[in-house]
């Protein structure tokens, strides 16, 4: 699984890139043939909305391309609440392959 960790408009710290890849390291128990994952972590400098941190997860698997994107206070929470949602939908397709 190749992952690729982009920054836009900041630099992350150490901490929060591992903090991405060890999370990101558990998506292979949901789904063995996981080819590329490319996280975007962006600041959106809207003036008038809290959440400001967005975190956008896209995961290429053969046939299949999954993408969430979620916003938040921080980082963590905005990614964590992303690859909640990526869970989600990988489960679902695995289902829908299986049932079908």
Aim: charged residues 30%.
């Amino acid at each position: 699984m190749n992952v690729n960790i982009q920054t836009v408009h900041f630099d992350a710290d150490v901490k929060l890139i591992e903090y991405v890849t060890n999370k990101l390291s558990k998506l292979g128990t949901f789904h063995d043939r996981i080819i590329k994952v490319d996280v975007f972590l962006k600041l959106d400098n809207v003036v008038h909305t809290i959440k400001d941190k967005v975190a956008e997860i896209r995961v290429h698997v053969p046939r299949n391309d999954f993408f969430v994107k979620a916003s938040s206070k921080s980082f963590e929470e905005s990614f964590d609440s992303a690859l909640g949602s990526l869970i989600n939908q990988i489960k679902r397709k695995k289902e829908k392959q299986y049932a079908g």
